[in-house]
Every structure is written in structure tokens, then in C-alpha cells.
């Protein structure tokens, strides 16, 4: 049974940081590309970042770029995303989800395959 469970949400203020973690259990992590998505109240689900099965290529939202940092364990059958600079617009229900197959990783909720329950990042003062 393959599985996802993020961690590693919580309140923050404003310019702090947050590292959220994704354990994968349940199947060969080379194998899947591995996503962050978040999604705001009232507002539709948006893909964060994203990690590629095989070489390890890194995508990011423009949002977040320059701010975010994706990362891959695959010993441990864990990705990170290291949140820095937070602002308050980043305030959301965090997801990470995995897209099977070799090659590049799609920042598109439609390409993910499993997903997890997601934890909540809240950025206020």
C-alpha cells in the first residue's frame, strides 16, 4: 500500500521558516516523481515544486522561487521543501503527492498518481 505523510507544518510569522517533509512508504521512491502542492481557503489546489524520479531535476513555481528548496532522501524515502522568507500568501494546506514514471516531474495536480492528507502552513504575525 503506498503512502504519503507530510510534516513539519505550523504557524510561523512572517519571514520565518519551515521545512516540510514527505515519508513515502510502500513502493521504490526512484521511481516516482514527488510534488508539493498547497491549497489556500477558497481557492483552487496549485502545484508548489517538484522533484524528477530519476535525475533528481527540480521545477518550481515562480511564486516561491528563490524562496523554496525541494530536496530528495532516498534512503530514507523522504523529500523535504524548505520553506524560507515565508509571507503570509503562503498560508495554506501543504501536499505532497507522487507521479509514477521515469523523467521529468509535472507541476499539475491531473500528472500525481497518490497523494497525501497534507499538513497546514500558517504565516501570520
Known amino acids: 500500500q503506498l503512502q504519503l505523510v507530510e510534516s513539519g507544518g505550523g504557524l510561523v510569522q512572517p519571514g520565518g521558516s519551515l521545512r516540510l517533509s514527505c515519508a513515502a512508504s510502500?513502493?521504490?521512491?526512484?521511481?516516482?516523481?514527488i510534488g508539493w502542492f498547497r491549497q489556500a481557503p477558497g481557492k483552487e489546489r496549485e502545484g508548489v515544486s517538484c522533484?524528477?524520479?530519476?535525475?533528481?531535476?527540480?521545477y518550481y513555481a515562480d511564486s516561491v522561487k528563490g524562496r523554496f528548496t525541494i530536496s530528495r532522501d532516498n534512503g530514507k524515502n523522504t523529500v523535504y521543501l524548505q520553506m524560507n522568507s515565508l509571507k503570509p500568501e503562503d498560508t495554506a494546506v501543504y501536499y505532497c503527492?507522487?507521479?509514477?514514471?521515469?523523467?521529468?516531474?509535472?507541476?499539475?495536480?491531473?500528472?500525481?498518481?497518490?497523494w497525501g492528507k497534507g499538513t497546514l502552513v500558517t504565516v501570520s504575525s
Open positions: 503527492a507522487a507521479q509514477a514514471g521515469f523523467g521529468q516531474c509535472l507541476l499539475s495536480a491531473y500528472a500525481m498518481d497518490y
Open positions: 522533484i524528477s524520479s530519476s535525475e533528481g531535476n527540480t
Open positions: 510502500g513502493f521504490t521512491s526512484d521511481y516516482y516523481s
